[in-house]
């Protein structure tokens, strides 16, 4: 088993729906990231956080310490939201020991 | 944001021979950078963990004398791939920590797709 686990692993949507991608973990982690790597390759930091909620435009990522779980929502997806969507989890209290889930893979149809 | 830059972004060469692949932190000093390794719709993987001034650390079954990291200052980790092989072929990805007071933020430079003929 995964010390960092997503789901689903792959989604397709519709345009203008609100998406919800999940993160559930084993290890105490000190902070966790989120992660958006488009096609191509590049890998761009969405957030890090290590308790409640973050907001940035139509992306919210909340987490909850105790159940070790986060999520990533997307409000009024758009096709340019495709992408594969990563949590990593920065393991104990050290900030250099980031384990990575698999990865979600979203496809926002027009 | 902070900016972390990988060059080349691709590089095709012959087997046999040495590719190097720079990662750069352009506007913060990284004391620890790391090298992944993804291949087609796999999530990343770890191989090293870079620290400026020391020894990498390389995870479990990466080899140390195949893939070469060099971190000898704060803005400069590199990677290079000796007698390079086929298989070597794939996407390689750094990141650098960003660390200002609390937990580190990462930062990710934009790949480095080797192809080795």
């Known amino acids: 088993k995964n010390e960092v686990e997503q789901s689903p692993q792959n989604l397709t949507a519709q345009e203008g729906e609100f998406i919800t991608i999940n993160c559930s973990y084993s290890?105490?982690?000190?902070?966790l990231h989120w992660l958006q790597q488009h096609p191509g390759g590049g890998i761009v930091s969405l957030f890090m956080?290590?308790?409640g909620k973050k907001k940035h435009g139509r992306l919210i990522a909340t987490i909850n310490i105790q159940e070790k779980h986060s999520s990533l929502h997307i409000t009024a997806s758009h096709p340019r939201d495709s992408a594969v969507y990563i949590c990593?989890?920065?393991?104990?209290?050290?900030?250099?020991?980031?384990?990575f889930g698999k990865g979600t893979r979203l496809h926002i149809l027009p | 944001g902070a900016v972390v830059s990988q060059h080349p972004s691709w590089v095709i060469c012959k087997s046999g021979t040495s590719v190097k692949i720079e990662c750069r932190s352009l506007?913060?000093?990284?004391?620890?950078m790391f090298w992944y390794r993804q291949f087609p719709k796999q999530s990343l993987m770890l191989m090293a963990t870079s620290n400026e001034g020391s020894k990498a650390t390389y995870e479990q079954g990466v080899e140390k004398d195949k893939f070469l990291i060099n971190h000898a200052s704060l803005t400069l980790s590199t990677l290079t791939v000796t007698s390079a092989h086929p298989e070597d072929s794939s996407f390689y990805i750094c990141?650098?920590?960003?660390?200002?007071?609390?937990?580190?933020?990462?930062?990710f430079g934009e790949g480095s797709r080797l192809t080795v003929l």
């Open positions: 290890v105490g982690i000190s902070a």
């Open positions: 506007d913060f000093q990284a004391t620890t």
């Open positions: 990141s650098a920590l960003k660390r200002g007071g609390g937990t580190g933020e990462l930062f």
């Open positions: 956080l290590s308790s």
């Open positions: 990593a989890g920065a393991e104990g209290n050290r900030d250099d020991k980031i384990i």
